[in-house]
């Protein structure tokens, strides 16, 4: 399982919300912030989700790849989240 995966998985969040983040986050990053908010998760989950994301660029891919996320939709996310 991926680092993301596991911190997910510790705080019991459905599989169908995570891939609805993803799906979300091809269509309008800013919405898919606000579903993850959603999750309501206690601020350690979000420090640790956050420090993984901003200390290890490929978090995001390998949980991708781990929900079904093609490579060629994850290669779209990225282009849309690197800043202009």
């Known amino acids: 399982m991926s680092v993301l995966g596991d911190i997910f998985k510790k705080q019991n969040i459905d599989e169908s919300k995570l891939i ?32 993984v994301v901003m200390t290890n660029p490929t978090a995001i891919d390998d949980f991708a790849q781990e929900l079904g996320v093609s490579q060629a939709d994850i ?6 989240l690197k800043p202009q």
């Open 20 to 51: 609805e983040i993803v799906e979300q986050l091809k269509l309008n990053p800013m919405m898919a912030m606000g579903l993850l908010q959603s999750l309501n998760l206690p601020p350690e989950a979000m420090q640790e989700l956050m420090g």
């Open 75 to 80: 290669e779209e996310l990225k282009s849309k």
